[in-house]
C-alpha cells in the first residue's frame, strides 16, 4: 500500500533530510515516489545516506558498503 512521505519545500527537507536545492528535493522525491508503487520502503537513514553520496561526503564503496548493511546483501 502507498503512503504519502514528508516532504518540506520550504525547509528543503524530506523525511527530515535536507537538500541542497529543491530540484534535487523534488528529483529525489518524484523518484522514491515512484519505487513505492513497487513496494520500495524508504527511510530517514536510506535518504540521508543517498544525500550523503550524491553531495559527495562518501564514496560509491562506502555508499554501496553501508547499502549491503541495511538490507543485508
Request: hydrophobic share 40%; glycine share 6%; no cysteine.
Amino acid at each position: 500500500m502507498y503512503r504519502t512521505i514528508e516532504i518540506d519545500r520550504n525547509n528543503l527537507t524530506l523525511m527530515g533530510v535536507k537538500f541542497s536545492d529543491l530540484k534535487s528535493l523534488e528529483s529525489t522525491a518524484n523518484a522514491i515516489g515512484t519505487n513505492m508503487f513497487e513496494g520500495f520502503e524508504p527511510t530517514k537513514e536510506l535518504i540521508q545516506l543517498y544525500v550523503d553520496w550524491k553531495t559527495g561526503l562518501i564514496s560509491e564503496a562506502d555508499f554501496l558498503t553501508n547499502l549491503y548493511t541495511i538490507y543485508g546483501k
